[in-house]
């Protein structure tokens, strides 16, 4: 059975599980020696460390509800809280140390002492097809098992937890991967046929039936374990098999703790949709040496709470075992980088106590006291996260405490922007400013949008750049018209409001081969209203630009929407500062109305080619439109000479 502990945890757009996990105030103390109230450690390492979001008092005990950041899956167990309370508290003078590592006191050496080398009553087929899959690969047969309830303080603290209570066994799993944070498989030995275990990765098609009952179809590459008959067991660092799974009639269970590569992990969460916690945990990237002392103290859990006992010897495949990494660096780049200086004893004592090995380079030798040039080996289980000195200077920054680091301004500099880009913002503004007066909304699309509503709008998919990486088939192109978002959000509102006026500037991408797209602004608009309407509000535009002559462009009318895409620097270069000056027309003005029948060959473009043929002419307003009726005022003067109404009706009777 694979470990699927219940924690607190949201999903955002992007589906990356925030990770929060719960632990209990007695459960820390089994580690920390610390004279801290519960409510002084969730404040102080909240300062300098780990967000913990709220302590809860729960009968005798306390709660505390932290929140795990992506590159600090380290801390993500009580051992972890254990590290960062032992560097973070006694910088507010609180006491705080380990009572005992058990990282040092669960390891091999110790098992073998307690137990015969030669136990070999059980075996298992162990073959890894690809060792990069499984960086460290541990496991370990308990015979004799009893399933049963756990001992009250196994329930106690897990329920407090958040994770319900199953059984002795299950629970051990559960509290070995908050105690030590390392996800722990338990399978029923005897229902692992030949006694094989094969790891490898699947191929595409294959199917698992998992813990919670659903079938998984495998889109291939993902890891998995098939016993001696080629079933699937195990949908590996995710979530088990259900055909291996612990019941009440186990006698025997396969403690199963190892490492995985995380991006293997992260793409089958990805494309399979299964995510558990477990899976969040191996795709962040764990340490293989903590595979040791979690399996070690996984035994003797089962030993003395299940009734088991040790029936093999212990496998252990690590291939290629971690390296200790080695960064060499100044005294004078800490002072440097967080600008104040920080006594070289707190360094030291600061990076010792967060599990680093500090020395120093002198005249003398190797000393903690003296010296210019630091030498810091970064502990197993913070390898993924340590790889420069500005790492190291940043851990002794936050554990010193930004608090106490003065803030210090830099003077305000203006930079000049090019022209084009500050007449990108200015017109933007002044664009949005507008059409909101006018009453649209502005929306924010993705640049990306589906193949299939491409398709639907009359687009080729072949004319669009398609990202290779994309997190989802809705956001796979990129676009070349805002109208095809458009539609969709004018869509998406039908119903909720009748009239739906929106808005959207933002750019385009046009494919350019062997290079990067052209990436040109625009100005969407779409309307559920009518043409009239759109019209009204693209003149309407060209009037606040004070643009005179600009071609107008071609609304689409599509399922009852009307859109319209402006090039947006097309607005910007016609456009003027004020309007072009025109001066008062001395004579009368003949205003005039008529009612046209329109249709396919009689439209208004057709009307109003036909109405500037005359030279008295001054413009064209649109009065009405009744079905297919349309009512147009014509507005007739001459330059030069008061003119008659006679004259302009007979200008009209041409149209």
């Not at 795990?68 to 254990?82: E, F, H, K, T």
């Not at 590290?83 to 507010?92: C, D, H, K, N, Y």
């Not at 090995?357 to 010296?371: A, C, F, N, Y």
């Not at 009239?499 to 933002?506: M, T």
Request: hydrophobic share 40%; proline share 4%.
């Amino acid at each position: 059975m694979i470990l699927e502990i219940i924690t607190a945890g949201t999903y955002d757009s992007w589906n990356n599980f925030k990770m929060n996990i719960k632990i209990t105030h007695k459960w820390l103390l089994d580690y920390l020696d610390t004279d801290a109230t519960p409510d002084q450690v969730r404040e102080y390492l909240s300062l300098c460390g780990p967000s913990i979001e709220s302590v809860e008092k729960i009968g005798s005990d306390y709660v505390f509800d932290i929140e795990v950041i992506s590159n600090r899956i380290d801390y993500a167990s009580v051992l972890g809280i254990a590290q960062e309370a032992v560097a973070i508290l006694p910088m507010f003078g609180k006491k705080a140390k380990f009572k005992e590592n058990p990282l040092e006191k669960y390891n091999f050496k110790k098992y073998y002492l307690t137990h015969d080398r030669d136990i070999d009553n059980k075996k298992l087929n162990i073959e890894i097809k690809n060792k990069f899959l499984c960086p460290r690969f541990t496991a370990v047969i308990i015979d004799n098992v009893k399933i049963g309830t756990s001992p009250k303080f196994i329930t106690e603290r897990l329920i407090a937890c958040g994770i319900k209570s199953i059984n002795n066994v299950v629970d051990v799993s559960n509290y070995l991967m908050l105690a030590f944070g390392q996800p722990v498989h338990v399978f029923d030995y005897d229902q692992i046929k030949g006694e094989t275990m094969i790891m490898r990765e699947s191929k595409k098609g294959e199917k698992i039936v998992t813990l919670d009952e659903k079938e998984v179809t495998l889109p291939g590459g993902d890891i998995v374990m098939e016993d001696g008959s080629g079933r699937l067991i195990d949908l590996c660092g995710i979530m088990g098999g259900l055909n291996s799974a612990i019941t009440e009639k186990t006698k025997s269970v396969v403690l199963f703790v190892q490492t995985y590569d995380k991006v293997q992990i992260r793409k089958t969460t990805m494309s399979t949709g299964v995510r558990t916690v477990a899976s969040t945990f191996f795709e962040k990237g764990l340490d293989p040496e903590r595979v040791e002392p979690t399996l070690v103290f996984g035994v003797e859990l089962l030993e003395k709470y299940a009734g088991g006992k040790v029936a093999s010897k212990i496998y252990d495949i690590y291939p290629k075992p971690s390296k200790e990494k080695l960064l060499m660096m100044s005294y004078r780049l800490f002072d440097k980088k967080i600008g104040v200086e920080i006594p070289r004893k707190k360094i030291n004592e600061i990076l010792i106590n967060l599990g680093f090995t500090v020395g120093e380079d002198s005249k003398q030798g190797l000393t903690l006291v003296e010296g210019q040039t630091l030498h810091i080996t970064v502990p197993s289980f913070r390898t993924n996260d340590i790889n420069i000195p500005e790492d190291i200077i940043e851990e002794v920054a936050r554990v010193y405490g930004y608090q106490n680091i003065p803030s210090v301004l830099q003077p305000i500099v203006y930079v000049d922007q090019p022209k084009e880009m500050e007449d990108i913002f200015v017109f933007q503004n002044r664009i949005k400013i507008f059409l909101k007066h006018l009453g649209l909304n502005e929306v924010i699309n993705y640049s990306m949008v589906s193949k299939d509503r491409l398709i639907d709008f009359g687009l080729d998919p072949k004319d669009h750049l398609r990202l290779s990486n994309t997190l989802s088939k809705d956001i796979e192109y990129l676009r070349t018209n805002l109208t095809v978002s458009l539609l969709k959000n004018i869509k998406e509102n039908s119903g909720k409001k009748d009239v739906l006026r929106l808005f959207e500037i933002a750019k385009v991408y046009f494919p350019k081969k062997g290079d990067l797209p052209d990436e040109i602004y625009k100005v969407g608009i779409a309307v559920n209203t009518d043409y009239s309407d759109l019209k009204g509000i693209i003149e309407g535009i060209y009037k606040e630009l004070n643009i005179n002559t600009l071609p107008i462009p071609e609304i689409v009318e599509k399922d009852g929407v009307y859109m319209i895409e402006l090039d947006f620097q097309s607005l910007i270069d016609n456009s003027k500062l004020v309007p072009t000056y025109k001066p008062i027309h001395p004579f009368a003005v003949i205003k005039l109305d008529k009612t046209f029948k329109i249709g396919p060959g009689h439209t208004y473009e057709v009307i109003s080619q036909l109405a500037e043929k005359s030279k008295l002419l001054q413009k064209i307003e649109v009065v009405t439109l009744f079905e297919n009726k349309l009512t147009l005022r014509f507005y007739y003067s001459s330059p030069d000479r008061n003119i008659t109404e006679e004259e302009a009706k007979q200008e009209l009777n041409g149209v």
